[in-house]
């Protein structure tokens, strides 16, 4: 089985230190997408949808070419294995990526 979480940030301006928070009307645009595999091949999806009280934020602690450092913490939903809504919530995320 897997699990992954997939965290991004579209902006047309460049991505420095700070926070940034999940607005669906404007930039930057934040996404986060958990993936798990219940059962081998069948994957359940859940993603960020624009939460009033727990929307997706992100800060970036430090940011070179070289890697990105930092927290998030939000809430994404989708449909379990038996078909029913679910919300999870991340609470202190962390993130260090070499580039």
């Given at each position: 089985s897997q699990t992954s979480l997939l965290i991004s940030i579209v902006s047309p301006s460049p991505i420095i230190r700070g926070t940034y928070v999940e607005n669906?009307?404007?930039?930057?645009?934040?996404?986060?997408?958990?993936?798990?595999d219940l059962v081998f091949g069948i994957l359940y999806t859940f993603e960020t949808y624009g939460s009033s009280t727990n929307p997706l934020r992100?800060?970036?602690?430090d940011?070179?070419?070289d890697f990105v450092k930092g927290t998030f913490a939000g809430e994404v939903t989708g449909t379990d294995a038996t078909g029913a809504m679910v919300k999870y919530a991340f609470a202190n995320g962390v993130f260090?990526?070499?580039f």
């Open positions: 669906p009307n404007g930039n930057p645009l934040l996404q986060m997408t958990y993936t798990y992100i800060t970036i602690t940011i070179t070419s260090n990526v070499k």
